[in-house]
């Protein structure tokens, strides 16, 4: 029922009365035509046997630029309700530690985690499934970039990082295993700690994206960001190799990953986690939709995982104090 308040104050009985005749006939579904009321209209065949299904809500690490996440998970979620027969919702978190935390929950399904933050994830929620990982993730890659200005080399093998002592250097998120885990590892074996960065310590830029571009400009000297990041920048012009240069590029170490809630077979049926798998598992370049959604993870195919593969990234996780 509307409230007079709602609609405004009018003056006299007459008036208000003619007003809310007036409204309650134009919100009469009997008195549209068919053709001018969409919520009356049939529903699709494919969307009316979704309707009384649960949403599969499906999340990923803010690792780039919102813009590229949204355009990637929304194919994503697309190509899953195709398969899948059930709606899919894609979720944005804020950052590294919001999508662990919303997994946690049970407020996200299906997650892509980077390697640190999917090990917070299962441990935090026993029973979660690694679904599978991309062919480039069992030996993934972090490269060390630096300023053309500020004076740093490359080096030919990890002792070469202690260059950057004294330096204004940044991470990404600190919780990135390719952007802060890893390269932080790395950095230990060449005998630099983070409090022997210009300043008594390292930046934390968020992303990728942003630690490119802070080194680019000379906020910071030198950083850390995911490979396959970089070579995306460098291919769209955002990197400007006269003004950021790779210095180092770490040996291989496995890292990103879907993860499942441990439930799903309960709130979709019997054996849908294993038909998540199976769909991601069978993508290709050869469907022009999933050769989308391959290209922008920088993939050819998704391949199979298992917990294990990332017992390295929970020992380094523990020994730098990101997981207890």
Partial sequence: MFKLDQIGILRGRERSAAVLAGLSLALAPAALPPS????????????????????????????????????LYGLVANELSKQLGVPVKYVPVTNYAA?????????????????????????????AKVIAQRDID??????????TKSGLRPVSSVQGLSQLKGKRFTFGSESSTSGRLMPQYFLGQAGVKPNQFSGGAPGFSGSHDATIALVQSGAYQAGAVNEQVWKANLRSGKADPSKVTVIWKTPGYPDYHWIAQPNLDKRFGKGFTNRIQTAILSWRTSNPEQKQILTLFGAQQFTGAQASDYNRIEQVGRQIGKIR
């Fill in 138 to 147: 069992a030996s993934f890659h972090s490269v060390f970039i630096a300023n």
């Fill in 36 to 71: 001018l009321s969409p919520a009356l209209a049939p529903l699709p065949a494919a969307q009316a046997q979704q309707t009384n299904k649960p949403v599969l809500r499906i999340s990923a690490i803010p690792d780039q630029q919102p813009e590229k996440l949204n355009r």
């Fill in 99 to 127: 999508a662990v935390s919303a997994f946690r929950t049970g407020n996200l399904d299906l997650v892509w985690f980077g390697g640190l933050t999917g090990v917070q994830a299962r441990l935090q929620k026993p029973g």
